[in-house]
Nanobody
Framework: QVQLVESGGGSVPAGGSLRLSCAAS????????MAWFRQSPGLEREGVAA????????YAASITKVRFVISKDHAKNIMYLQMSMLQPEDTAMYYC?????????????????????WGQGTRVTVSS
């Protein structure tokens, strides 16, 4: 049973930084695509960034790569999202997702329905 546990969310003022973590366990496949999504009240869940075990990375077009950086400790199966220069519009619940299919980072990674496994989310609140 795959389990994804997010941590690191919190409340920060605009311009602040947070590092989110997603610890994965129970993997039965040799590799997984992992991604960060976020969802604000009344809006659809949107992809933020994705990474796979081949080191391929992709970011949503709306995400400035300078502000958000995705990474993964492959040995520990922990994915990170370093967020800096946070703005009030970054306020959302942030979710970790994983799927064993290959090639998602270059294609369908932004589609939430493509992922089989989800964490419970960690809340990020940025005040102005």
């Amino acid at each position: 049973q795959v389990q994804l546990v997010e941590s690191g969310g919190g409340s920060v003022p605009a311009g602040g930084s947070l590092r989110l973590s997603c610890a994965a366990s129970g993997y039965s496949h040799s590799s997984y695509t992992m991604a960060w999504f976020r969802q604000s009240p009344g809006l659809e869940r949107e992809g933020v960034a994705a990474i796979d075990d081949g080191g391929n990375i992709n970011y949503a077009a709306s995400i400035t790569k300078v502000r958000f950086v995705i990474s993964k400790d492959h040995a520990k199966n922990i994915m990170y999202l370093q967020m800096s220069m946070l703005q009030p519009e970054d306020t959302a619940m942030y979710y970790c997702a994983a799927d064993p299919r290959r090639g998602m980072v270059s294609g369908s990674w932004t589609r939430a329905l493509e992922y089989n496994y989800w964490g419970q989310g960690t809340r990020v609140t940025v005040s102005s």
